[in-house]
């Protein structure tokens, strides 16, 4: 295993495309926090600054994150796709290596990356957090901090997802299509035939709903007080947002997922030709 480990990591490093979509991964959601971060909305009883403060920013980075997950799907895709046009997986068959060697260390190239996500958005969070929030109380502190393992699940969702496709049509550029398409077309259309409480369920929808869009009229308003007032001004409340399952049940749901992708993408590296 250790030798499949270091053959990934060097494959991995040696490899330009990966570092520069990693570079732009960190550096488009450097820019978008703190370029949102300079921008003050003050009003009476309102303020955008509060998206930046304990524990309201243990919602927001998240989300914010959330947008470059594409990002980091499209960077497995490109690293499997590689694999079947420089006819990589079939030389390392060659050389000795199984099939379940072959998915162990694309698992582990996607729960590093996983990873790397969880730590960059740990990593501003609580810089951000630092600068702009005035209390720092294990209650303020803690609230809402499980959401960044929550997005970490949702981040190795989607690259499972993207490796899925990439080993189904060994393609690289159809499965980056396909898989844009079905994220942001095909799903959402095929959800349209079932009623409301079933669309929930369907893979993009319970995946992405992990990191649901932050009840901003609550936040600004200064919901860290926990004022009735202040929960009352929400979207949802005011009709303006759907429901979404609870948490919990979208966390089981993308992790079903996540193993129903790689389990496919197994059985598909054992019965095909490589």
Not at 104 to 115: Q, R
Not at 162 to 171: E, P, S, T
């Amino acid at each position: 295993m250790r030798s499949v480990l270091l053959n990934e990591i060097t494959k991995t490093w040696s490899f330009t495309g990966f570092r520069v979509i990693m570079i732009l991964h960190f550096a488009l959601f450097f820019l978008v926090v703190l370029v949102a971060s300079t921008m003050d909305i003050a009003v009476p009883g309102f303020s955008t600054r509060n998206l930046y403060q304990f524990p309201n920013i243990w919602e927001y980075f998240p989300w914010v994150a959330s947008w470059f997950n594409l990002l980091l799907a499209i960077l497995i895709i490109v690293m499997t796709g590689n694999e079947y046009s420089f006819r990589t997986f079939r030389q390392h068959v060659v050389d000795g290596f199984s099939r379940s060697q072959l998915l162990s260390g694309k698992a582990f190239l996607i729960l590093m990356i996983g990873i790397y996500s969880l730590l960059m958005v740990l990593l501003f969070t609580l810089v951000f957090g630092f600068i702009f929030s005035s209390d720092y109380s294990d209650g303020a502190f803690i609230n809402k901090s499980y959401i960044l393992l929550v997005y970490f699940v949702q981040a190795i969702a989607y690259m499972s997802a993207g490796f899925f496709l990439a080993v189904l049509f060994r393609n690289t550029a159809l499965a980056i299509i396909l898989f844009i398409l079905y994220r942001l077309i095909i799903e959402p259309v095929i959800r349209l035939i079932f009623p409301p409480e079933a669309r929930l369920y369907f893979p993009m929808k319970s995946i992405s709903n992990l990191t649901p869009l932050p009840e901003f009229l609550s936040i600004f308003s200064g919901n860290q007080q926990g004022t009735d007032a202040a929960d009352s001004l929400s979207f949802r409340e005011m009709g303006l947002l759907a429901e979404d399952l609870p948490v919990l049940v979208n966390l089981v749901l993308a992790l079903g997922y996540t193993c129903i992708f790689i389990s496919l993408a197994y059985l598909l590296l054992r019965k095909r030709n490589l």
